[in-house]
Nanobody, 113 residues
Framework: QVQLVESGGGLVQPGGSLSLSCAAS??????MGWYRQAPGKQRELVARITTGSSTDYADDVRGRFTISRDNAKNTVYLQMTSLKPEDTAVYYCNTAPRASLSWGQGTQVTVSS
Protein backbone atom coordinates (compact mmCIF):
# COMPACT_ATOMS: atom_id res chain seq x y z
CA GLN A 1 0.00 0.00 0.00
CA VAL A 2 1.43 3.34 -1.05
CA GLN A 3 1.78 5.85 1.79
CA LEU A 4 1.58 9.56 1.09
CA VAL A 5 3.32 12.25 3.16
CA GLU A 6 2.46 15.89 2.57
CA SER A 7 4.68 18.76 3.71
CA GLY A 8 5.40 22.44 3.17
CA GLY A 9 2.37 24.10 4.69
CA GLY A 10 2.46 27.04 7.05
CA LEU A 11 1.20 30.49 7.85
CA VAL A 12 1.46 33.06 5.08
CA GLN A 13 0.09 36.55 4.50
CA PRO A 14 -2.44 37.24 1.75
CA GLY A 15 -0.63 37.56 -1.55
CA GLY A 16 2.15 35.28 -0.41
CA SER A 17 3.40 31.97 -1.77
CA LEU A 18 3.97 28.43 -0.52
CA SER A 19 5.26 25.24 -2.06
CA LEU A 20 3.82 21.90 -1.01
CA SER A 21 5.31 18.46 -1.54
CA CYS A 22 3.76 15.02 -1.50
CA ALA A 23 6.15 12.09 -1.24
CA ALA A 24 5.06 8.53 -1.90
CA SER A 25 6.60 5.59 -0.07
CA UNK A 26 7.04 3.58 -3.23
CA UNK A 27 7.36 4.15 -6.92
CA UNK A 28 4.00 5.04 -8.30
CA UNK A 29 2.54 5.76 -11.69
CA UNK A 30 -0.86 7.33 -11.16
CA UNK A 31 -2.76 10.37 -12.20
CA MET A 32 -2.40 12.49 -9.07
CA GLY A 33 -4.08 15.46 -7.52
CA TRP A 34 -4.00 17.93 -4.69
CA TYR A 35 -7.11 18.20 -2.57
CA ARG A 36 -8.01 20.57 0.23
CA GLN A 37 -10.48 20.62 3.06
CA ALA A 38 -11.44 23.81 4.82
CA PRO A 39 -13.17 23.76 8.22
CA GLY A 40 -16.79 22.77 7.87
CA LYS A 41 -16.46 22.02 4.15
CA GLN A 42 -16.08 18.93 2.03
CA ARG A 43 -12.73 17.92 0.62
CA GLU A 44 -12.30 19.24 -2.90
CA LEU A 45 -9.91 18.55 -5.75
CA VAL A 46 -8.01 21.71 -6.69
CA ALA A 47 -5.35 20.49 -9.12
CA ARG A 48 -4.51 17.31 -10.95
CA ILE A 49 -1.73 15.96 -13.14
CA THR A 50 -1.66 12.92 -15.38
CA THR A 51 1.19 10.46 -15.71
CA GLY A 52 2.12 12.39 -18.83
CA SER A 53 2.12 15.69 -16.90
CA SER A 54 -1.04 17.17 -18.38
CA THR A 55 -2.62 19.42 -15.79
CA ASP A 56 -6.00 20.79 -14.84
CA TYR A 57 -7.17 23.15 -12.12
CA ALA A 58 -10.27 24.19 -10.27
CA ASP A 59 -11.54 27.56 -11.41
CA ASP A 60 -10.70 29.35 -8.18
CA VAL A 61 -7.02 28.38 -8.26
CA ARG A 62 -6.29 28.43 -11.99
CA GLY A 63 -3.53 30.88 -12.75
CA ARG A 64 -2.35 30.92 -9.13
CA PHE A 65 -1.48 27.27 -8.42
CA THR A 66 0.86 25.02 -10.39
CA ILE A 67 1.00 21.26 -9.98
CA SER A 68 4.03 19.28 -11.09
CA ARG A 69 5.61 15.90 -10.51
CA ASP A 70 8.99 14.21 -10.38
CA ASN A 71 8.44 10.52 -11.02
CA ALA A 72 12.07 9.68 -10.22
CA LYS A 73 11.52 11.05 -6.72
CA ASN A 74 7.97 9.72 -6.35
CA THR A 75 6.90 13.26 -5.50
CA VAL A 76 4.13 15.61 -6.54
CA TYR A 77 4.36 19.36 -5.92
CA LEU A 78 1.95 22.25 -5.63
CA GLN A 79 3.29 25.75 -6.07
CA MET A 80 0.81 28.27 -4.71
CA THR A 81 1.03 32.00 -5.37
CA SER A 82 -1.20 35.03 -4.74
CA LEU A 83 -2.70 33.19 -1.80
CA LYS A 84 -6.03 34.33 -0.40
CA PRO A 85 -7.64 33.77 3.00
CA GLU A 86 -10.12 31.43 1.34
CA ASP A 87 -7.21 29.13 0.42
CA THR A 88 -6.88 28.28 4.10
CA ALA A 89 -7.34 24.52 4.45
CA VAL A 90 -5.59 21.24 5.06
CA TYR A 91 -4.04 20.12 1.79
CA TYR A 92 -3.74 16.48 0.77
CA CYS A 93 -2.55 14.56 -2.25
CA ASN A 94 -4.05 11.41 -3.69
CA THR A 95 -4.91 9.84 -7.00
CA ALA A 96 -7.24 11.91 -9.15
CA PRO A 97 -9.91 12.48 -10.17
CA ARG A 98 -10.93 9.78 -7.71
CA ALA A 99 -8.95 9.27 -4.54
CA SER A 100 -8.03 5.60 -4.28
CA LEU A 101 -5.13 5.55 -1.81
CA SER A 102 -5.17 5.96 1.96
CA TRP A 103 -5.10 9.62 2.91
CA GLY A 104 -1.99 11.07 4.46
CA GLN A 105 -2.03 13.45 7.39
CA GLY A 106 -2.18 16.49 5.13
CA THR A 107 -0.42 19.80 5.59
CA GLN A 108 -2.09 22.90 7.02
CA VAL A 109 -2.06 26.09 4.96
CA THR A 110 -3.23 29.23 6.73
CA VAL A 111 -3.51 32.51 4.87
CA SER A 112 -3.95 35.38 7.27
CA SER A 113 -2.60 38.81 8.04
Amino acid sequence: QVQLVESGGGLVQPGGSLSLSCAASTRFIYNMGWYRQAPGKQRELVARITTGSSTDYADDVRGRFTISRDNAKNTVYLQMTSLKPEDTAVYYCNTAPRASLSWGQGTQVTVSS
